[in-house]
């Protein structure tokens, strides 16, 4: 079977181009997978696309529009992409509903929050006392600092570890968790670093960047095999979300 997982691109709108890295690409590959890269389409495109899909990969990227979650921006929020953020809310949204096994990873995380009714600290030094550097400055690879697994989630499942060291890429973080989620794994500073859905096969976010790490060390790759093989399976959507 081909398993079609979609891997949403960022967009800029200045320069008027899509892009996305590699790295997403070969770890969905190597997964077992096969990639398609998704571009910011109409709105109305959304479900439609999705239903070509077996699962859902939403990419790190800028900042979502605090509009998005009911807030006016604060100096802390950097720059936005409308038409990214529309096109990913509504295909998160409907994987969420259908049933589509999908990955968040860092702004993708809290695209899916979001989606789900959630809310996303503008900045973490807003709204976190004494946060770690989360923003690093040591190769991709490397892992800069730890998390705490909540056993028994699906992260802990997959990483079979209660302890993990990750990289860092963000100065947004999960603030209030949506309605349906679960806290899966934190930072020492108590930042949100994994969230998941319970009322779903696959509904994952992550706020580091395994994409970036699974090549120096494969357990990494063990969220993109997780994604594949839930996307291979079945599902019976959900009413609403």
């Given at each position: 079977m081909?398993?079609?997982?979609?891997?949403?691109?960022?967009?800029?709108?200045?320069?008027?181009?899509?892009?996305?890295?590699?790295?997403?690409?070969?770890?969905?590959?190597?997964?077992?997978?096969?990639?398609?890269?998704?571009?910011?389409?109409?709105?109305?495109?959304?479900?439609?696309?999705?239903?070509?899909?077996?699962?859902?990969?939403?990419?790190?990227?800028?900042?979502?529009?605090?509009?998005?979650?009911?807030?006016?921006?604060l100096s802390g929020t950097g720059k936005v992409s409308p038409r990214r953020d529309v096109f990913e809310l509504a295909l998160a949204r409907a994987a969420l509903i259908r049933q589509v096994p999908v990955l968040g990873i860092c702004r993708g995380m809290q695209v899916l929050n979001v989606a789900a009714g959630g809310t996303v600290y503008q900045d973490l030094v807003l709204g976190v006392k004494q946060p770690l550097k989360h923003f690093q400055e040591a190769p991709r690879w490397y892992g800069t600092h730890h998390i705490e697994i909540h056993p028994g989630t699906k992260l802990a499942g997959i990483f079979n570890v209660s302890r993990l060291r990750v990289n860092s890429f963000h100065h947004q973080a999960v603030h209030r968790v949506a309605p349906g989620f679960r806290v899966s794994a934190v930072a020492p500073d108590g930042v949100i670093e994994a969230i998941e859905a319970g009322a779903h096969p696959f509904g994952v976010g992550v706020q580091f960047h395994p994409e970036g790490m699974w090549e120096k060390e494969s357990v990494f790759l063990g969220l993109f095999t997780a994604l594949v093989a839930a996307a291979g399976g079945k599902r019976r959507p959900l009413e609403k979300w």
């Open positions: 081909c398993l079609l997982i979609g891997v949403t691109a960022a967009f800029d709108e200045e320069e008027e181009r899509c892009y996305l890295s590699r790295l997403y690409v070969d770890a969905v590959v190597r997964a077992g997978g096969v990639p398609v890269v998704l571009p910011p389409l109409p709105l109305e495109m959304a479900a439609a696309v999705l239903d070509q899909m077996r699962g859902l990969l939403l990419s790190g990227g800028g900042d979502l529009d605090p509009a998005y979650f009911g807030e006016e921006p």
